[in-house]
C-alpha cells in the first residue's frame, strides 16, 4: 500500500508540483489549501507524514502544527515545515512545537523526497515539545 502524504499550501502550483512528483515517487497524496480542515481531514485520510507550509491565510502553519501535536489521534504524524520563511526564530519555533524536519523554498523535489522517506523511517521524538506556544 502506498504511503500517503498530506500537503497544506496556499499555492496551488506548489501542491500540484509536489503531488505530481510525489505521486511519481508512489506516494499518494492529499492537498489543503488553507487549514480549514486539516484536523478532519487528517483523522480520515491518516496520512504517514504532513507537508505544512507556514504562510497560510487564516489559521498560521505553526497554528495547525500546534494542533496536530495537541490532538491524541494525530500527534505523531511527522510533518516537515515547507516555507520561504528563513528566519531562525521561526525554524526554532517550528521544532520546538513538534516539526520533524524544516524545507525552505525554493527545494530540489529530489532531496524532498529523499527527506520524506527518512522521515518516515525516523520520526521526532516528542518527549520535549513546548505545546503552550501562544
Known sequence: MAKK????????DIVELLTYNLEKAGFTCVGLYDGDHVLE???SVKPDVILLDLMLPGLSGLDILLLLKRNMRLSKIPVVIISALKQKDRIANSF?????EYVIKPFDIAELTSLI????KNP???FNLDLTYR
Open 5 to 12: 502524504i498530506m500537503i497544506i499550501d496556499d499555492d496551488k
Open 41 to 43: 481531514t487528517a483523522k
Open 96 to 100: 520546538k512545537l513538534g516539526a520533524s
Open 117 to 120: 522517506n527518512k522521515t518516515m
Open 124 to 126: 521526532v521524538s516528542y
